[in-house]
């Protein structure tokens, strides 16, 4: 920042920036590697930076503007389209050949081609057509997904690069419109209001006289607020007082002739990824250099506001952008069903090869076989590849999209105020929205509505308040301070004052106030309230005036320097000079900091009042002066001058020389605000508990503020015994606070139940860097019901999230959050959900799902998130299932014809087995209801099966497989071996739609019967209408395929008129038809009985309300036998796993 400069901003949390470092270090900590690599990658990857002349690597690029247009030093490697973009995956050459090697990353789709390879080989004698057709239908429709949601890309992108923006030609000397993705730097480029810029942009003039403009950054660091930024003053002269005469079109042609006349020269430092570090320098003929900062940039993607136009000059375009170096992809997210789905696929798979070596082996026993080994083994692995379905992966998305529809259609999900639906980003881990034990919240915007209202105020001995409406009634808080003031107490009005002045509130045009926070918005409200008005907020030279009117009149605060809040200095502080060359030094922060800037002790009332305060749950800030004597204020501004000045270290010297003059303050007040609660968020927070699932609030507050918004969220009760563990001196001592209180007794009286835990950011620190006492943070707070940890940095909150991960890594976690500084966390979970609120949509951009409140997280989860884990895992047992089913039927036909590699079925009824079982096995399953979510919001015990992981895991799949082979086994033996005879099977070469040929279409029919009765048994309503279209339509489709591959369509022609003989005897269909009836007659009896002796009996006694009977049903689908006694029991066991597992986490 130049010297004259005017108040320079030490940065007003960019929070992008502070996610961008935090996860680079976060990636080195817990070894991320993918995101640290991409960081580095962004580093490391072309600059556009040509070698220096002498062979060494250039660092700086130097834009010089001359009279005959911009010279770059080093000159670039190439012009042409150096601010384009590119997000695709693919080009035109790289397209199949990298999709490909994506779909190969899963082991199935090697086995899927290797078969169609293996097919092909003369001697095996196998139809591969069918095999072949398919693999190549599996891979191109997958190749063509890719090229579509590329496609989208490319569109985006383009949309981008063409964007257009005026660029001053030297030729004509007027501006002309141009492409985004032809600007180079040295480019001078017009932009007005509304207008985004292209690049990163130096600011050499603007509308206003003072070079002020204003950007909003939403797009970059996810805040709402405007940002006030300034052109170098060292161009500022440029607009001579005999440019005023010229028209305003004409003038920043008149200001870019004359940047190329004086011999503007930019020296930039080599491009990094960190949005608020910017040491450049410039320096106009040839004359002393001076630094430019971010605050006199205009980054690429921010929007001109409340500024008619600008001029600058282009820097950093294209990939050397801030914001291309920060926009690495988001982490990949698999969900753990799908992991264990792969490790599934991979025992089918050695099933499979197991089975076809033991069929060559056991050839070799056998003399009519004259085979080769290979060949027999080759034989039965072309014929057994049906057992591992080839379109289970395809079918698998299709159930995710559908799912993701409902997700996003969900009335209940919708914000009235907005219109806004829920939005499915990645649905590839909705089915972990049902298997969710840990839940991390953000407090502020998230639990809160993140509307500030001014509470209470300590000044001097009287504590003021309350201020917040009784209904339609102003707070009493308004007059208290209005008669103080009136009565002349100094105290009240210098803290009023103070409120009016320290501060970087704008004033819109229609009076209302808009601010970096809406804390400094409020409070600046609060001082408006009580007759102390901002009035006026005016540019002058290198000042700003904030004009104050009270009671006593109308006052010019001049700010000189204006040193902003981040989350090191917890404080902010404005610089007002005096008339006698002096200053006067406003700050307000944390009291945890103040307290220390402080020339003395704070007043008792004071100590007592942050005390009350925070028991209310109140945020407090703590507002202090000093007055800067003239000599010592050159003094300070002198140095100020240097360190902004400073080419290497300018943020740590200026930090430095700020903290300076942040000493010795006297106590002026405190303010406390109040982030009034959400809509329905307790009531939120006790479904979540009583369904099992951990909760944990992380907030920066202090520690009594966030233990008593923890009590009004439900999160802590009055009986809890709650462990502290604050203060700590070294991780040795952390871990002895925490094993004391996991030995200690989990409550303080018969009334309340668990324990809590009291946490501080110091403490969390030692325990994150010891591993025995990151495991006693993690048992205690398993063995606890909630736990409040507060000031906590962003890097903190992931690292929790971290922990719980690494010391339990079957633990599903879910992070919500609002803000760009809940970025980590979000990532860093299993699921990611951002809430749409006033802190920008950077949240919502690095989501799996987006939200609009809190209390749609119940929706979310008890619902849709128990209704997808029990859907998918159902539908991944149910797709092996019938594909097993069919494979036994090869395994028992081996072993019947003594291991010679003859297939059971004709080839072509396999290749139509998925598609006529498909279709209805995910329209049913993917929208199978079994309790309305009315009933499992208000019984939320019904969650239990995803946490217990009970319906996909390897007892149950064991389950799901010994039905399969019963199934399969007797769908085969039966019409096999009670419609032939042993010479019928026996006959080779066996006769065209002869006996065995005949009995084996049965057998497939029985079997496909089979499958269809079972999802009927499977499903909870599988008579809903698009179930039931489907359904249909798969069996009126099989007859006449049945009947056309009879006919002689097929190529091979085993089945010729086998079909139509088999429909012709009753003997034939009756199989067909009973024997699918007595493969699934035990689950039938199993429900009937425990339907009539259990539902029935429970809700005749009168006792059972919608809920309950809601649970018997869903004991009776999980074989727990009678539930008029399961039922009951299952209510104590709800209330003792509430007790004993359903933790609370408040950090």
């Known amino acids: 920042q130049a010297s004259a400069t005017p108040p320079f901003h030490i940065g007003p949390a960019r929070v992008a920036y502070q996610h961008c470092k935090r996860v680079w270090r976060c990636g080195r900590r817990t070894g991320s590697r993918m995101v640290s690599s991409s960081i580095s990658t962004k580093f ?10 002498d062979g060494q690597p250039a660092t700086f690029l130097k834009i010089r503007l001359k009279r005959d247009g911009a010279v770059l030093t080093p000159e670039r490697v190439s012009k042409q389209h150096a601010n384009g973009i590119r997000t695709t995956r693919f080009t035109a050459l790289t397209w199949l050949p990298k999709s490909l090697y994506l779909q190969f990353r899963r082991a199935a789709n090697i086995y899927f081609v290797s078969i169609a390879i293996v097919s092909t080989i003369p001697f095996l004698e196998a139809k591969w057509q069918p095999k072949v057709l398919t693999v190549v239908m599996i891979l191109v429709a997958q190749a063509l997904k890719d090229l579509y949601e590329d496609c989208k890309r490319r569109s985006d992108d383009q949309v981008e690069n063409t964007r257009l923006v005026r660029r001053f030609d030297r030729e004509t000397e007027s501006f002309e419109e141009a492409q985004w993705c032809d600007i180079d730097s040295g480019d001078l480029l017009l932009l007005e209001k509304g207008d985004a810029f292209p690049a990163d942009t130096m600011v050499c003039a603007s509308a206003d006289s003072t070079g002020t403009f204003y950007v909003a950054t939403k797009s970059i660091d996810g805040e709402t607020n405007l940002k006030e930024k ?48 910017m040491n450049c320098s410039l320096s106009v003929n040839k004359g002393v250099p001076s630094g430019v900062s971010n605050s006199n940039f205009g980054l690429r993607g921010c929007t001109l506001r409340n500024t008619k136009w600008v001029l600058g000059v282009a820097c950093y ?116 929205l049902g298997q969710v034990d840990f839940v991390f919240s953000d407090k502020t915007g998230t639990l809160t509505a993140n509307e500030m209202r001014f509470a209470y105020c300590c000044v001097g001995s009287a504590t003021l308040g309350p201020f917040l409406p009784d209904g339609s009634l102003p707070g009493p808080g308004y007059e208290q301070a209005k008669a103080a003031i009136r009565s002349g107490n100094d105290d009240v009005r210098a803290f009023f004052d103070a409120l009016a002045v320290c501060h970087t509130v704008k004033i819109d045009q229609d009076g209302t106030y808009q601010g970096e926070s809406p804390d400094e918005v409020a409070l600046v409200e609060a001082a408006r309230s009580v007759g102390i008005e901002l009035e006026a907020r005016e540019t002058a030279g290198s000042s700003v005036i904030h004009r104050v009117r009270s009671p006593w009149g109308v006052e010019d605060n001049e700010v000189t320097h204006v040193l902003g809040f981040t989350s090191d200095r917890k404080r902010m502080s404005v610089v007002c000079a005096t008339k006698d060359g002096g200053a006067v030094v406003t700050t307000k922060g944390a009291d945890s900091v103040m307290e220390g800037l402080c020339s003395g002790p704070l007043p008792s009332e004071a100590v007592r009042a942050l005390g009350e305060f925070s028991r209310q749950g109140l945020r407090t800030l703590l507002v202090a002066r000093r007055r800067v004597a003239p000599l010592d204020f050159a003094a300070w501004r002198a140095r100020w001058d240097q360190a902004s000045s400073a080419m290497e270290d300018r943020t740590a010297k200026i930090e430095a020389v700020a903290a300076a003059i942040e000493e010795s303050l006297t106590f002026t007040g405190v303010t406390a605000l109040e982030d009034r609660l959400q809509d329905r968020v307790p009531s939120t927070i006790a479904m979540l508990r009583e369904a099992g699932i951990r909760v944990w609030v992380l907030t920066g507050d202090k520690v009594e503020t966030a233990v008593e918004i923890a009590k009004s969220c439900q999160l802590i009760d009055s009986g809890m015994r709650l462990v502290e563990v604050v203060n700590a001196t070294s991780s040795k001592d952390c871990t002895r606070m925490l094993r004391e209180g996991l030995e200690g007794p989990p409550e303080k009286n018969k009334s309340g139940g668990g324990r809590g835990i009291v946490l501080d950011g110091s403490s969390v620190s030692y325990i994150l860097e010891d591993k025995k006492a990151r495991t006693a943070l993690y048992e205690l707070a398993v063995a606890s019901s909630s736990c409040v940890c507060c000031r906590l940095s962003p890097l903190q909150k992931r690292e929790l999230v971290e922990l719980v991960r690494q010391e339990n890594p079957t633990a599903i976690t879910l992070a919500i959050g609002d803000g760009a500084n809940d970025v980590p966390m979000i990532q860093g979970a299993h699921v990611g959900i951002g809430v749409r609120g006033k802190e920008g949509s950077a949240a919502v951009q690095a989501c799996d799902m987006a939200v609009s409140e809190f209390s749609f997280l119940g929706n979310m989860v008890l619902c849709h998130g128990r209704k997808s884990y029990r859907r998918i895992a159902t539908f991944l047992c149910f797709f092996i299932y019938k594909s097993v089913a069919l494979g036994w039927s090869y395994i028992v036909y081996a072993h019947a014809m003594l291991f010679s590699g003859e297939g059971a079925y004709p080839q072509w009824l396999d290749v139509i087995w998925n598609p006529l079982t498909s279709c209805a096995v995910v329209l049913i399953l993917a929208s199978d209801i079994d309790v309305p979510d009315k009933v499992a919001l208000q019984s939320p015990h019904l969650y239990a099966p995803g946490p217990e992981r009970s319906l996909f895991n390897p007892r149950s799949f064991a389950r799901w497989m010994v039905v399969a082979t019963i199934h399969g086994i007797l769908s085969w033996c039966v019409p096999v071996y009670w419609l032939t005879t042993e010479p019928e099977r026996l006959e080779r070469p066996l006769t065209e739609g002869g006996a065995f040929w005949q009995a084996s279409f049965t057998a497939f029919s029985t079997v496909f019967m089979t499958v269809h009765l079972k999802l009927f048994m499977v499903a909870e309503k599988p008579l809903q209408w698009i179930g039931i279209v489907a359904l249909v339509l798969e069996l009126v489709l099989y007859l006449p395929i049945a009947l056309g591959l009879g006919s002689g369509l097929a190529p091979s022609h085993e089945l010729l008129g086998a079909p ?51 649970v018997s049903r869903q004991l009776v689908h999980s074989g727990c036998g009678d539930s008029s006694d399961s039922g009951d029991s299952s209510q104590s066991d709800g209330d003792s796993s509430s007790e004993e597992h359903h933790g609370v986490c408040v950090c």
């Open 317 to 432: 375009v294209g990939d050397d952008s801030k914001v291309r170096m920060n926009s690495f992809p988001p982490p990949s997210k698999n969900s753990e069903l799908e992991r264990f789905l792969n490790n599934c696929v991979l025992i089918i798979l050695a099933f499979l090869l197991a089975c076809s070596f033991y069929f060559a082996v056991a050839s070799r026993f056998v003399d009519e076989v004259t085979l080769p080994f290979y060949q027999i083994f080759l034989k039965y692995l072309v014929i057994l590849y049906p057992v591992l379905p080839m379109t289970l992966y395809i079918t698998f998305e299709i159930v995710h999209l559908i799912i993701g529809v409902q997700i996003e259609v969900d009335p209940l999900m919708k914000d009235e105020a907005t219109g806004t639906n829920a939005q499915a980003r990645n649905t590839s881990v909705v089915e972990e």
């Open 230 to 277: 300034f052109a170098p003053q060292a161009v500022g002269d440029l607009v001579d007082p005999k440019d005023d005469d010229k028209d305003e079109e004409g003038r920043p042609a008149a200001i870019a002739l004359r940047l190329f006349d004086i011999g503007l020269t930019i020296s930039l430092e080599t491009p990094h990824p960190s949005i608020m570090d």
């Open 44 to 53: 490391s990857r072309r600059h556009s930076w040509a070698a220096a002349e």
């Open 1060 to 1110: 139509q003989k088999v429909f012709q005897s009753w003997r034939h269909v009756a199989t067909i038809f009973v024997v699918p009836v007595l493969a699934v007659l035990p689950e039938i009896l199993q429900a009937f009985i425990c339907s009539y002796s259990g539902v029935r009996r429970r809700s005749g006694r009168g006792t059972g309300t919608e809920a309950d009977r809601a």
